[in-house]
């Protein structure tokens, strides 16, 4: 069998790239006379923007660390051992780039148990050892401290957790066998599944230590200082540190049975991480660590030959790093500076984008509408938000006072955007009203100003055909909660010149939003796939197909809703308008539902009523459904809606519309919370044999988002 250095030498021949993190070891006295003491640094070389990770290298200098400390506890010339990592940064877990070019079984084999037997012999020294948690803590980095007799924990600790179930791994180097040992299952449950299928929820110091993962908490500014008085304290014997008896009885079912409850809602059984990883936490019941880190062995290299981890990855890598350098934008220099924002509108989406536009840029913003009473309620509801970060702590009295300063509303919009750099509508939906608009903005605007749209699926040349300069029109599509979904699509009109589209991304960035450029095509990139997904399903439930047969058909793709409950989210009148107006683009493929217009006109929000808590198909909306006869199953449903969606998207790609097939992805991950386990879509189209089926070939290159050939 090979050894740990052979295993580790293996793996780092397929992966040269590799960022290296180097473990120094060095001596001191501790305070107190509690005697000698070796500490292991994790340090890359690099600042805090680049973390530090474990690929095999990095693994192996570790080991060669720890066989210089064995050594030395061995023959008594130390009394403990502890580890801790860069200013900022204690280590984020495993180097993804070395996991993407695996191609064999053995090789994914190889990474777990390297893993695992290094950071075991953490736990095997002849003295203690302690984990000082000094900054960011991620998967292996978390996991290799659980290996630790001890763990301190930084207040000022910005993020900490355990994310392999989010990109579609488990926590392979101990996590999932040694946490619900540490804390219980209960509250593993919730690090390892909760936290991450709800879209990787970080932790912080303070909670890290209330979960009982750290033993001590203490402020950041001298966290190591004072993380080495609590050690000679505790190796003194001055300190007993008491864990938590731990129930490994009925209490242990209830948690997993409740972390297979939190995976079924979350992702429908249609990723196998978060299982694999239940299954571990359950079997670790019986306290033989040995045989968890054996599971994780197995459940990492199966995952890592999987298609839904390199759907994660790749949707995480989309997210990162597409998403932050987006394709096609123009140089940078070209923007002009934005000192005052206006907003055309004051609704819930307008006063949204003023709040967003506020808080991100903190310059003026003015909203106008057509009366006094709706430009109040605007501004009314920006300071209501803002005294609603007042209360929550997330900003101070004299920042409440400057941000409420800041925003106006008017009337009249000569007095409002004279000096506006950036002015953004949010009105009614028509483009006579929009054409209205922006002819009414152009007449007072400086002659610099950017005009944006958040339309939704209009066409942004028409609307800047009637202007004097069409080419400073814009389209800057939110999604909705603005505040939440981190989606901007922004659209070039045909005249759209590239000083005000360069304005346009400088301006997304500075709101902090994942920004995609999209041709000028009827309702851009989400709406068009959500509506032909949609209309598909609602076409089948037209020609006769139960309700609740249709929606159960694509539960297998794991979405974070059903189809009937986004569109009550999205508003079933504004769903029949976009259906209305791609209809009219593309006839052929998308139809009108004479049902969901029927449902529109009774004025129903919806196709459900909650009244047992669940959804249940309203009675009333039921009695307004005309199906026919042809009735389907729900393998033919997903079948026909699968195709649907792989044909449109492969004549959005013939068209332009974007780049490339990273940007539908990036935009469905981003803009309607499409799960990393897919990769948005085209990965999960193309490992199911849909893009070739439909289109003859596959969206995305072997290798890319899967196993490399």
């Known amino acids: 069998m090979s050894t740990t250095a052979e295993l580790l030498k293996q793996a780092s021949d397929l992966f040269p790239d590799e960022v290296v993190t180097q473990a120094h070891v060095r001596h001191f006295d501790l305070p107190l006379g509690a005697g000698r003491f070796a500490l292991i640094t994790l340090d890359n070389g690099l600042d805090h923007t680049k973390p530090t990770t474990f690929g095999p290298a990095s693994l192996a200098n570790l080991d060669a660390a720890i066989d210089q400390v064995e050594k030395e506890a061995a023959d008594g010339e130390i009394v403990g051992a502890g580890l801790t990592g860069k200013p900022f940064i204690f280590a984020v877990g495993a180097d993804l780039k070395g996991v993407e070019i695996l191609k064999e079984y053995e090789h994914a084999l190889a990474i777990g148990k390297g893993g695992h037997e290094v950071f075991k012999r953490l736990s095997k020294l002849a003295v203690p050892t302690f984990a000082y948690y000094n900054g960011a803590a991620m998967g292996g980095g978390v996991e290799v401290g659980l290996h630790c007799t001890y763990r301190t924990v930084s207040a000022a600790l910005p993020a900490f957790s355990l994310p392999e179930v989010f990109l579609g791994l488990v926590p392979g180097w101990g996590g999932c066998a040694l946490l619900p040992n540490l804390i ?389 009148a504004i769903g029949l308008h976009v259906s209305e107006t791609l209809n009219r683009a593309f006839p052929d493929r998308f139809t009108v539902s004479p049902n969901l217009a029927a449902v529109v006109k009774a004025g129903k929000r919806g196709f459900y009523v909650y009244d047992s808590g669940k959804p249940e198909l309203d009675p009333e909306v039921a009695a307004l459904l005309k199906q026919g006869d042809s009735v389907l199953t729900e393998e033919q449903v997903r079948t026909r809606v699968l195709d649907a969606v792989a044909q449109e998207i492969g004549i959005m790609l013939d068209e332009g519309v974007v780049a490339e097939a990273q940007d539908i992805d990036l935009c469905l991950i981003t803009g309607a919370g499409w799960p990393f386990h897919l990769g948005g879509i085209t990965p999960y189209l193309d490992r199911e044999g849909v893009s070739e089926r439909v289109n003859g070939k596959r969206f995305l290159a072997q290798g890319v988002a899967s196993i490399p050939a």
């Open 184 to 572: 219980g299952p209960e509250k593993a449950v919730s690090v390892i599944i909760e936290n991450s299928l709800n879209q990787n929820k970080q932790l912080k110091g303070k909670q890290v230590y209330e979960l009982g993962i750290a033993d001590a908490l203490f402020e950041g500014a001298d966290f190591l200082e004072q993380s080495l008085i609590w050690t000679a304290t505790v190796l003194k014997g001055e300190i007993q540190i008491e864990r938590p008896v731990i129930d490994r009885g009925e209490a242990w079912d209830q948690a997993v049975a409740k972390g297979r409850f939190i995976a079924d809602s979350k992702v429908h059984g249609a990723a196998p991480a978060a299982y694999r990883a239940l299954d571990i936490i359950a079997a670790a019941k019986n306290g033989d660590l040995q045989q968890g880190y054996d599971a994780e062995d197995k459940a990492l290299a199966d995952l890592i030959m999987g298609g839904e981890l390199r759907s994660g990855i790749y949707a995480f890598n989309l997210v990162q790093k597409r998403g932050k350098r987006p394709a096609g934008a123009p140089d940078k220099n070209l923007a002009r500076p934005v000192t005052k924002v206006g907003v055309v509108g004051a609704g819930l989406m307008a006063s949204q984008l003023a709040l967003l536009f506020l808080r991100r840029l903190e310059v003026p913003v003015v909203l106008t509408d057509i009366d006094q009473e709706r430009v109040d309620k605007g501004v009314g509801y920006v300071h209501a938000e803002i005294d609603k970060l007042l209360g929550k702590g997330r900003i101070n009295q004299d920042k409440a006072n400057r941000l409420k300063a800041l925003v106006s509303g008017v009337l009249d919009k000569a007095e409002g955007f004279a000096d506006a750099d950036f002015i953004i509508e949010a009105v009614f939906e028509e483009i006579g009203v929009k054409q209205q608009v922006f002819a009414e903005v152009e007449a007072v605007a400086p002659a610099h100003a950017i005009f944006a749209t958040n339309t939704s699926s209009l066409s942004v040349s028409e609307m800047a055909s009637k202007l004097k300069n069409p080419e400073r029109v814009v389209g800057f599509h939110f999604f909705n909660p603005v505040a939440v979904l981190p989606l901007l699509e922004i659209v070039r009109g045909e005249k759209t010149d590239d000083a005000s589209l360069a304005t346009a991304f400088a301006v997304a960035k500075k709101l902090k939003k994942t920004a995609v450029l999209t041709k000028d095509a009827p309702a851009f990139v989400v709406n068009r796939i959500l509506t032909r997904f949609m209309g598909e399903i609602q076409n089948v439930i037209d020609e006769g197909t139960p309700v609740d047969v249709a929606e159960k058909a694509v539960e297998p793709l794991g979405l974070p809703m059903s189809p009937l409950v986004l569109l009550e989210l999205v508003g079933p």
